[in-house]
RNA sequence: UGAUCCGUAGCUCAAUGGUUAGAGUACCAUACUUAUAAUAUGGCGGGUCCGGGUUCAAAUCCCGGCGGAUCAACCA
């Protein structure tokens, strides 16, 4: 007959060692898909890592949330395929080989050529694949590695082609300038990415000036100038940080709903009566009150105050379409020269009062918002800084000078100072002064940056914005509130994709066009390539047309080939097409946005849709996904937009291949995933954020090491939900290892150490619960409870709740309450009914343990299931992984049982607890027990679990206390939440009288069910349901109580009751005497024992117990046993003998 | 700077708006131990980050701060 395995003791390391190992003999993930061909496929996408960094604990957890959806899918039979992938373009694959060959950007094309950069991009970039895979191995997650997408691949970037290439088409791609952040120092425009690298914005003091900008009187702003005289003049104040700006100046923009003023006052430098218009909130920034109607007539230039008027007031979109003059009119910055209708009083929401004047100096050239209000009122644009940081020519004394200090010139004077000079000088600065304020650097030169207008290239997803959130709506996110709220605020303030990035190793923008005219007018030809096949037949053309030639040697078609079998820079750069008029068209230089990479996987894992259409129809869209927080802008969001965009492109393919009468709005509404998980990020112990500079990063393999990756596993599930960030410490997890998979690895060994002796293998037949005791009809109903709420919890994607109540379950349960009430049936006694229908019992909750907790522990799970099964072949599984979930039995479940076997643990705990008291032990029997039952039902409870409490507790006698015999004190409150609507306000007062109420109060109450209180002199009829009444006091006895439950014991110990005790004293010595000898369970003793008076009554009148408790036939007593043990009985001192009998 | 999340005992976490805010752990003490690196019992330990408000009742809902985290950025 097979045995169970038994062991020394826990190694979870070495269980997943033997266990992994095993997995890759038998092909155990391949197997648990094949097993599901054909069944409903669950849909998951592996967000690609990448490989260009080292993989660390935070990894472990989302990978551990991955792997466990898509293992628990598949036990409750779906097919889970689980298609791996690689991120493998972007910026910090190309600073990392920057770093590593100690080159910058501008290198790139001279010291080395790009074919060579990107080489070395190519190779880097999976430089750390064999530590993900062994990560990936080791954590036991399983994912296809053998034939991962990979970004940089042709077939990848075909497939994002053709999606480019469906967006052009659609109208979705366009370019266009945007107002980018710009580093004159570097000559480069800056990623998001760079500028948010540490240390980027900092806190600088720069030149701020408060301007005024003269106003022009017309028809339109009359009822500004209506009480000025005809010679007076009038100014708009604007400040900036950026003086420099101001001859690009082609607007000013007011906040709609603001309150603005028209103040009559002096210029604070000229000393000139000015009117100056400016929010009223911020009055107080420039004016002081006490100066409020001042008199102008003293004023001198020694003043200290300004004399201030308010002349009028008015919202902001009042003073809309309002002009002014140009400030400072150059040659260069001319009307003309800006385009469109400049100098006039814009209104935008942006504006706020916080700081300035609430006038917005408006350069569209140099500010996002400035753009974007620019553009909507058509005031052109003037771009006065060339890419070096300097004023162009044409501005008179400002021409060609830096605008910051770009070039570390020792001699640099300020611009921005000269301006602001010249501005107090002309009566048009009402303010200069230094203003510290937070403003982004490069992080390269540390030089500041600038906005400045590039031509980027641009997907319009604002045009598809409702679609995605509607489709937004339908995601069940975990946790909720970041679909809500930061994704939905997200969506809701969407701007267009800017997909451009002026970098190298990235995919190309498959976008070519004829090179500008000389004079630059003249229609541009231009074409988006949307597959190899396209840029082949193009390639051709060009060739035919004479402007491309293969190189000698090659003929052509060897030569298409060859330049189309690398779709990355250089080598898509060599290529020109051809256009309709026949002249040579150019690709455009960009890249795009790696996040386009990422976000098309759906499509481009599977070369979509040029092959494989039928397994993307089955595969998209996702079930499932999962990552961290930190990509709901990112990967969730680009998943998100292409899949919304899409759609129609999707339904045109999907056509093809789908039978006929597919409902395909239904089945592929443009989402691209179900359910999404973001898990929060991993702190360490400190709650600080994991980095090298702080050297606080968990190495991952030294905690699967040392730990095991069940026990790693199990941590960082139960520990926090997943979405929270968690503070990651080791002995959290030595706890876990401690607490749980100890006591489990325990309660089975024990019952593989007695299921062997008795050989135990359930070849019996099934003992239906009905038939069993109650203990084990408890502990199936909790099983079967326990069944239900795990498979709620992760059906709901709360793995966290399942995992505590696995805990919960194994620990209080099943190893605290049922073995240890159950040890002796194991052990005692013949093989048989009993004794199988425990075996039965403890065999079934492991195994379903072994099942319910797979998910999230693999290899212990495994491990555990296949030593059962291996003894008993109940299942014939291969491993836990290949069977299924395991489904609750309703008939099993008796929640009475299992509330009442709750009171019995309660009072036992009760009970304990007040022997404790009272000092005396457990091995001490006691006669009798009072328990205040407050109702029939609650005493028929108790009473069906009371030879548990007896035993547990070593009491003989249960008596219970009816509530009407006047010997229990009660206590009554309010029922809070049943009383909360009826009574209101009067709560309080119902609360202090129900304090107030006698024990015939509360008597009557119970007789009667209900009763008439007198609030403020009102009749109030309140009933049983509406109050609690618990039992408190017993009074003369020691009592204890926890909820509804009371206890009272008598703990007068009689001469026979110590007796008792003293035998049960002498068993327990004499079973330390026979562990002590080393004799086996099994083994029958001899026992002589010397005569001592104090305890012969004793042993005489309890033989029979003693004898059949230490396996013995009989206790010889004699006068002195010689080489005997001396022991201790309850302060009695004697000597005994114990051989093992023959 | 904004948006979002989080803030409860030394630590890790609980608590459908309902009345002495609970567990585990750590620490101390006692007992127990033919499954246990166990267990039982008791003790120690917070008034829920701070300040307002709503409510008969707030850890929980609202407002404003503070601190931490993430993402985003365009702040004149």
Redesign the pocket.
Known sequence: MAKYKEYQ??NLPAISQEVLAKWETNRAFEKSVELREGATPFVFYEGPPSANGLPGIHHVISRTLKDLVCRYKTMRGFQVKRKGGWDTHGLPVELGVEKMLGITKEDIGKKISIAEYNETCRREVLKYKDKWDELTRRMGYWVDLKDPYITFENNYIESLWWILSELYRKGLLYESVS???YSPAAGTGLS?HE??QPGC?KDVKDTSAVVMFKAVRDKKSEFLFKDLAADEELFFM?????PW?LPSNLGL?VGPKIDYVLVKTLNPYTHLPVNVVLAKALLGKYFKPEAENGDFASHSSESKTLPWKILGEHKGAKLEELRYEQLLPYEANTPEKAGGDPFRVLLGD???T???TGI??TAPAF???DYKVGTKYNIGMLVMVDRQGKFIDGLGEFSNRYVKNYKDDPNYVDVNVDISVKLKKENRAFRIEKYE?N??HCWRTDKPVL?YPLDAWFIRTTALKDRMVELNKTINWKPR??GE??FG?WLENMVDWNLSRSRYWGTPLPVWRTDPDDDGAGAREEICIGSVAQLKEAVRASIMAGLMSPPVGDDVETYINKITSDLHKPYVDEIVLVSTTGKPMRRVADLIDVWFDSGAMPYAQWHFPFENQKTFAENYPADFIAEG??Q???WFYTLHALGSLLKESVHEELKKVVPAGTDLDAKYPGLAYKTVVSNG?V?D?N???MSKRLGNVVNPFETIDKFGADATRWYLIT???P?????F?L??IR?VQ??FF??LY??Y??FA?YANVDGFDFKEAYIPPVERPEIDRWILSSLNSLIVKVTESLDDYEP?IAGRLIEEFV?EHL??WY??LC?RRF?KGEYEHDKICAYQTLYECLETISRLMAPISPFFSDWLFTNLEDATGRIRAASVHHVDFPVANADFIDLPLEERMQMAQDAS?LI??LR??VNI???QPLQKVLIPVLNPAMKDQLQKVEDLVMAEVNVKEIQYLSGTDGFIKKKI??N??AL??K???K??AV?TALAQFTQENIEKLEKEGDITLFIDKEPLILTINEVEITSEDIPGWVVANKNALTVALDVTVTPELAQEGNAREFV?RI??I??DNGYD?TDRILVKVADVPALSESLNRFNEYICA??LADSIELVKEPANGTEIEVNDIFLKVFVTKKA
């Not at 979405?723 to 503070?727: G, I, L, V």
């Open positions: 003791q826990l107002i980018q952040p998001s500028l948010n914005y604007a400040w900036t940080t950026t700006t923009t942006f504006v706020t916080e700081d300035g917005v100096h500010g996002a918002d304020h403003y982004p906005y509130s970041t709220g930061r605020n927080v930190d709901t802008r990112g990020l702190l112990k709650g600080n954020k520990n926090a939900s979405w929270e960030s968690m503070k410490d002995d959290g706890e401690r607490k100890g006591t325990n309660t060994q024990f150490l966290t620990d190893s605290n073995v240890r040890r052990w705990s304990l607890s404790k008291k032990k457990v091995r409150k309010p809070f939440i909360g609507k009574l209101g306000a709560m309080k609360s327990n079973q330390k026979r562990k369970l408790e230490i």
